[in-house]
């Protein structure tokens, strides 16, 4: 298998993951990489309209634990159909989220579901990426940042301050314990400073 590259961006709502991982792709792509950028819930036609299931409706339209079973179908079929093929080829892999949020908003935000998280990670996915961009803000900077994007995946976001500050520190807490794989990144900057950065690090 040649070898490719599995990347990932992880943060809270608003730290600016979609726009980062869009500059690093258009980045490497201008270098003659063969980059596939995608993202999470979604990246595949079936992941997608799972997708739809989760980030539309009422906060309370599932529970923690049938989120985790959608978000972790939704990535299997994303890294059935989309990520593994492109690694296979030795393409760089650049995904928005991948399974460090379920960790995070499914695992610690409704009770303590981490081990069923990682149980299911193990059984169905069982791959980490090689490198993850964690984008740190203040969750007030990310809320504005979200809720200036017009649409209706708002079923996060809607969840308020309090939830975004517990993600932020689930997040922290999930960097320090994998250093080897994360790198912290601040993303209280300009768009091209945290490009920059991150150029630098990959
Ligand atoms: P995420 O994917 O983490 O939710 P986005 O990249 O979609 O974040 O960014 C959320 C909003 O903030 C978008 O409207 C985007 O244009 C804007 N944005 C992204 N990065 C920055 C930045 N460094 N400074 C100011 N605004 C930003
Ligand atoms: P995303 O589109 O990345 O939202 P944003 O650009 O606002 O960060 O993700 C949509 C929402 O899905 C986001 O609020 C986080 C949530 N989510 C989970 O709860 N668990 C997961 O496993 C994933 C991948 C996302």
């Given at each position: 298998?040649?070898?490719?590259?599995?990347?990932?961006?992880?943060?809270?709502?608003?730290?600016?993951?979609?726009?980062?991982?869009?500059?690093?792709?258009?980045?490497?792509?201008?270098?003659?990489?063969?980059?596939?950028?995608?993202?999470?819930?979604?990246?595949?036609?079936?992941?997608?309209?799972?997708?739809?299931?989760?980030?539309?409706?009422?906060?309370?339209?599932?529970?923690?634990?049938?989120e985790i079973l959608l978000?972790?179908?939704?990535?299997?079929?994303?890294?059935?159909?989309?990520?593994?093929?492109?690694?296979a080829r030795g393409a760089?892999?650049?995904?928005?989220?991948?399974?460090?949020?379920?960790?995070?908003?499914?695992?610690?935000?409704?009770?303590?579901?981490?081990?069923?998280?990682?149980?299911?990670?193990?059984?169905?996915?069982?791959?980490?990426?090689?490198?993850?961009?964690?984008?740190?803000?203040?969750?007030?900077?990310?809320?504005?940042?979200?809720?200036?994007?017009?649409?209706?995946?708002?079923?996060?976001?809607?969840?308020?301050?309090?939830?975004?500050?517990?993600?932020?520190?689930?997040?922290?807490a999930l960097a320090k314990?994998?250093?080897?794989?994360?790198?912290?990144?601040?993303?209280?900057?300009?768009?091209?400073?945290?490009?920059?950065?991150?150029?630098?690090?990959?």
């Open positions: 298998m040649k070898p490719g590259l599995f990347v990932s961006f992880e943060g809270i709502d608003g730290s600016g993951k979609s726009t980062q991982a869009r500059l690093l792709a258009d980045n490497l792509q201008a270098r003659g990489r063969d980059v596939v950028l995608t993202r999470e819930p979604g990246g595949s036609p079936g992941a997608e309209d799972i997708r739809r299931l989760v980030l539309e409706g009422s906060t309370d339209r599932w529970s923690a634990e049938t978000f972790t179908a939704a990535r299997r079929d994303h890294l059935e159909k989309t990520i593994r093929p492109a690694l760089v892999v650049i995904t928005d989220r991948f399974a460090d949020s379920t960790r995070v908003y499914q695992g610690i935000t409704r009770g303590d579901l981490r081990g069923m998280v990682d149980d299911l990670h193990r059984l169905m996915i069982g791959i980490e990426p090689d490198r993850t961009f964690l984008i740190d803000i203040d969750p007030a900077l990310g809320l504005s940042r979200a809720r200036s994007r017009a649409g209706t995946e708002l079923r996060f976001e809607d969840m308020g301050l309090a939830m975004q500050t517990s993600m932020r520190t689930g997040f922290l314990a994998n250093p080897d794989r994360f790198r912290l990144v601040d993303g209280a900057r300009t768009a091209q400073a945290v490009a920059a950065e991150i150029a630098a690090l990959i």
